[in-house]
């Protein structure tokens, strides 16, 4: 059983790696557990050729939703980080109408204004959203035990834990989706658009699809943030913080799975950890700008060229669309 | 009510030129060049800092101050086609991506250089053109407008009635065809984009004295562009101007009588409308896309 022992090898380097970090550097981590459900969530959108700037938005839905359901009307945290990402769903339902009418450059600017139009509306109500100051003391998870482990949600590393558990099995049912025929019809409808709509495919119901469940897991992402930092506010979900998930997904590639993870994780750690250990605090987003334009200059690929590279004979994961680009 | 709207037509004429600036360069490079130039408002961020460092600290006249403005946003232009946008001439994503790590870049250097705090600029002039109690035209922002004529004819000069201004035209409707003409593309993306960052270089100049110039301008500026390129039709330079006073009318109007978030959202649904009427822009076409 080789092909396990990896696996477990990363299981166990998660299980003990939080241990060895410093309190900010596990809180690091939490974010980073979420932001990777942010990015190939993101991914799973980019597969049928659109790129939106509504993601970090919509997952701002996620995290709105859940944090009212639990103030206004008492519903138990799990259940609302659920109701999160299916709100955000319906949301993204009811913005692709508009949406998919664009394609390309239209769609990216029409996304944009979609989710800036969101957010500037709870920045203008008070009621609910909480305006500019956003929504305060958000209930955290509650503590529970399950035997050989008691979370206690006051630590980062339980928190870490408990989001890392969901994470993974939100990347599961993604990676399921991707592998079934409904995903390769989105690989399809990307890549030979006209082919896929002479052959019968509905290409803009697919289009929604896509969108709709990337929606899902990117609220249910905000959700897990929100009851982890207690508190949001219309900033926390700003087109700066899109520019980083659009960054990651691009440095890291986009053509495997694992591309866009890679991408988050590698600049997260540079951006967070070895920067700010080498000292460069205030040069920071100097620093990180010049490895974008280098990575995007000298590696147009994405990390993910990378790693291909080093593993000879196995085939890129889409040989059939790259012919197609 | 009268006098409110005077006074208003006035605020969003003024506002409407320094947009118009901006979002005339954004339409002409991403016209020659199909890339989308996030770091648009850092160049009008930039231009704004030259007048700081030139005017404000070292005390040269206002109007050399602008010149050298829009010259060194102008050279900022250059050296982002060299290094940036002529590489990844095949790849619009990457022109993005790179547009964002060279916005970072601008902004940090802003930020080590002055500081995140406002900056403050002496005033050029303190004279107001008074028509009645209610309604005044300070003669700085007269200069603005006046600046935005001058400039926008004088583009339009360049662009119909010149050589330069053909081979640029020709490029940006079809790039392939316009260099079995024997035009050089990288010649007209160095005009494009020298252009282009120097109009947003010289609108940031320009209303340095007026807004508060911080690291972080360009955020809201790069925003108004895009909805006013949208709005106009990608491509359509005329358009563009169009959109901007169409923008900045609206705009002006519903932060006077309501507030400004309500106007950001007035003007976004604008442009969503827009494109969902027509889905390329009202006056774009699809194949650039």
């Known amino acids: 059983m080789p092909k396990v022992v990896p696996w477990f090898a990363l299981l166990a380097a998660l299980i003990f790696l939080p241990h060895v970090l410093s309190f900010s550097q596990q809180e690091i981590l939490v974010y980073l557990a979420i932001n990777v459900l942010i990015v190939t969530s993101y991914r799973l959108l980019t597969l049928t050729g659109e790129w939106s700037l509504a993601h970090v938005v919509i997952m701002g839905v996620g995290a709105y939703a859940s944090a009212l359901l639990t103030k206004m009307f008492s519903v138990p945290v799990p259940v609302s980080i659920l109701l999160g990402g299916v709100i955000a769903a319906l949301v993204a339902l009811v913005l692709s109408v508009p949406l998919f009418r664009m394609k390309g450059f239209y769609f990216l600017i029409g996304s944009f204004a979609a989710g800036e139009i969101i957010r500037l509306l709870w920045k203008r109500f008070r009621e609910p959203f909480g305006g500019p100051k956003g929504i305060k003391g958000i209930d955290p998870m509650p503590d529970f035990s399950i035997g050989i482990y008691d979370f206690d949600f006051f630590e980062p590393i339980s928190y870490f834990y408990f989001a890392a558990i969901v994470v993974a099995v939100c990347l599961l049912i993604l990676w399921r989706i991707e592998k079934s025929p409904v995903g390769l019809t989105f690989h399809a409808v990307h890549w030979q658009d006209k082919l896929a709509q002479a052959a019968g495919v509905n290409v803009r119901a697919y289009r929604t699809l896509a969108f709709t469940i990337a929606s899902g897991f990117a609220g249910l992402g905000g959700a897990l943030l929100a009851h982890y930092v207690g508190t949001i506010n219309p900033n926390s979900f700003d087109v700066e913080v899109m520019v980083f998930v659009l960054t990651w997904a691009i440095v890291g590639g986009t053509a495997t799975f694992y591309g866009p993870i890679l991408g988050c994780v590698t600049l997260t750690i540079l951006n967070e950890v070895v920067l700010r250990e080498m000292g460069f605090e205030q040069a920071r987003p100097l620093i990180y700008g010049l490895i974008l334009i280098l990575s995007i200059l000298f590696m147009p690929k994405g990390l993910e060229s990378l790693v291909q590279k080093l593993k000879p004979g196995r085939k890129s994961a889409v040989p059939v669309e790259r012919a197609a680009e | ?289």
């Open chain 2, 1 to 289: 009510m009268l006098e409110i709207l005077a006074q208003t037509g006035f605020n969003a004429l003024y506002a409407a030129s320094y947009i118009s600036l901006v979002a005339v360069g954004l339409v002409l490079i991403f016209g020659v060049m199909g890339v989308v130039n996030f770091a648009h408002g850092e160049l009008f961020m930039a231009g704004a800092y030259a007048v700081v460092a030139l005017y404000a600290d070292l005390h040269m006249p206002f109007l050399v101050a602008v010149g050298i403005g829009l010259a060194f946003v102008g050279l900022l232009g250059l050296l982002m086609e060299r290094a940036l946008f002529r590489p990844l001439r095949d790849n619009p994503l990457g022109g993005l991506v790179a547009s964002i790590g060279f916005l970072m870049i601008l902004q940090s250097l802003a930020v080590m250089g002055f500081g995140v705090r406002m900056e403050h600029i002496p005033p050029v002039t303190q004279d107001v053109i008074a028509f009645s109690e209610k309604v005044r035209l300070p003669v700085a922002r007269l200069y603005v407008i006046i600046a935005a004529v001058v400039l926008l004819s004088a583009l339009w000069f360049f662009l119909k009635r010149t050589r330069f201004g053909w081979a640029l035209r020709a490029s940006a409707q079809d790039p392939e065809a316009a260099a079995l003409q024997g035009i050089s593309i990288n010649q007209t993306a160095r005009i494009a984009m020298f252009i282009g960052a120097g109009l947003a270089g010289v609108a940031g100049a320009l209303t340095a004295p007026l807004v508060s110039v911080n690291p972080f301008m360009g955020h809201s500026v790069i925003i108004t562009a895009f909805i006013v390129i949208i709005v106009g039709g990608v491509g359509s330079l005329e358009g563009a101007i169009i959109a901007s006073v169409a923008y900045a009318f609206i705009h002006t109007v519903v932060t006077t009588f309501w507030d400004g978030v309500l106007a950001d959202i007035v003007g976004l649904m604008l442009m969503l409308i827009v494109l969902i009427v027509r889905p390329t822009g009202l006056m774009g076409s699809a194949d650039r896309a």
